[in-house]
């Protein structure tokens, strides 16, 4: 296969390579290697193949920043050197954004995953996977169940202990922890810990963690169902409730990799459970606040979706040059002129608009909708028991008219 430009093959070779180094390379990734005009990897990778003499590069830091002096090489053999396999939280992801496929010749090794894997006699395919070498640690939140089986990969020999200290913290302390050091080669080390009581030190990069998630009686642990307990959510008052958010949850109807724009987004609980609902999941939030924002921020970040992307800003104008939404939740501001109509104009074919009105004003702009353009109008009235002196009554809450309407 000839690459993009018409040349007689693929300038750019992707090679995985693990601790063993040359010695471990199949004869493919070998003879890429010995034919190439530059190495670029990191400084650890290329100290694993150093013997060649090959012109180097060196990745700066961000690694963004060295894309386009890559890319400046185009037309001489290039060898990209990455940890086994590129594509699993791996370089190679991040060149395919800017080097067509027919340029690339990839050679994966064995990823991390699959030796820690093998070392433990775990079943991968019944294993969370996650990169946290880049993400913060609440990122695991959502994968944190008893009996679950994770392997992580952490950035440096500091990460495992501070991984221990956040599983303790969220009541997993009886979690078992395996290091695994420099996997695949002749430093490689498998210790074992718990969360409560880690004493694994003296850790050496590259490093990943197994875990074997187990719950203490106090853990705090994410229901895999929408409606989340309200006490999870740090909030002024502006919080969707749980029932009435489960219910809007339904409605919104979110499948893997769509797209929200959760409008007036308050502390937040809309976007961050669409974003639950599946790790593929977007979501685009759009907040006045700007102490509500950083509220919402603090939330996304706590229970483990801090890709949320909120924004300062007042709808209609801050909706502008966003892309186009799969689904739209108003919450707040749907009285305000334009809001509805631009989010109706935004929306993808088959995408689903869901207003929550509270006031008589805003039921009534959602009613003329209703008229206008079809969809459901259900009224959701919510009670409570609570005491009253020394007896107990039910309190109802606001009752919501929610406006469901398909595009």
């Known amino acids: 296969m000839g690459g993009s430009d018409g040349t007689a093959g693929p300038w750019l070779s992707i090679i995985g390579v693990n601790e063993d180094g040359l010695d471990g390379l199949c004869p493919a990734a070998r003879a890429l290697l010995d034919a190439a005009e530059l190495v670029a990897g990191g ?65 994966p090794a064995p990823s991390t995953f699959s030796l820690a894997a093998a070392r433990l006699g775990w079943r991968i395919e019944e294993t969370a996977t996650l990169g946290l070498h880049a993400r913060p640690l609440e990122a695991l939140r959502p994968h944190l169940a008893p009996g679950v089986r994770l392997i992580v990969l952490v950035r440096d ?27 695949g080669g002749p430093r490689e080390r498998v210790r074992t810990s718990t969360a409560s009581a880690f004493d694994v030190t003296e850790i050496n990069a590259p490093v990943a963690v197994a875990i074997e998630a187990e719950a203490g009686p106090e853990a705090s642990i994410l229901p895999a169902t929408p409606g989340l307990p309200d006490e999870l959510f740090e909030n002024d008052g502006q919080l969707t409730k749980r029932e009435i958010r489960a219910l809007t949850l339904a409605s919104l109807a979110p499948h893997p990799g ?75 501001g749907a009285n305000d002129a334009g809001v509805i109509e631009a989010a109706w104009a935004a929306l993808r074919p088959g995408g689903r608009l869901v207003v929550n009105a509270v006031t008589l004003e805003t039921e009534a702009k959602a009613m003329a909708w209703q008229a206008r353009v079809g969809g459901a109008l259900t009224r959701i009235a919510i009670e409570r028991a609570g005491p009253v002196g020394s007896f107990t009554a039910w309190r109802p809450a606001l009752p919501v008219v929610q406006w469901v309407a398909r595009r």
């Open 258 to 332: 769509e797209l929200l724009w959760d409008i007036g987004a308050g502390a937040g609980s809309i976007g961050i459970e669409w974003l639950l609902a599946h790790p593929a999941n977007r979501a685009i939030g759009i907040e006045s606040s700007a102490d509500r924002l950083v509220r919402a921020q603090r939330n996304a970040l706590t229970l483990g979706v801090p890709q949320f992307d909120l924004r300062l800003g007042e709808a209609p104008a801050a909706l502008a040059g966003l892309p186009a939404p799969d689904a739209v939740f108003i919450g707040g």
């Open 43 to 107: 400084r650890r990778h290329l100290d694993l193949v150093a013997a060649l003499g090959k012109p180097e590069f060196v990745w700066d830091v961000p690694f963004s920043a060295s894309i386009p002096k890559l890319l400046a090489h185009r037309g001489t053999r290039v060898v990209v050197l990455a940890s086994g396999d590129p594509f699993w939280f791996g370089a190679g992801a991040a060149l395919s954004r800017h080097v067509p496929a027919a340029d690339m010749r990839v050679v």
């Open 157 to 183: 020999g500091a990460a495992p202990a501070q991984l221990a200290g956040y599983l303790a913290g969220l009541g997993f302390g009886p979690s078992r922890l395996h290091v695994l050091e420099a996997l």
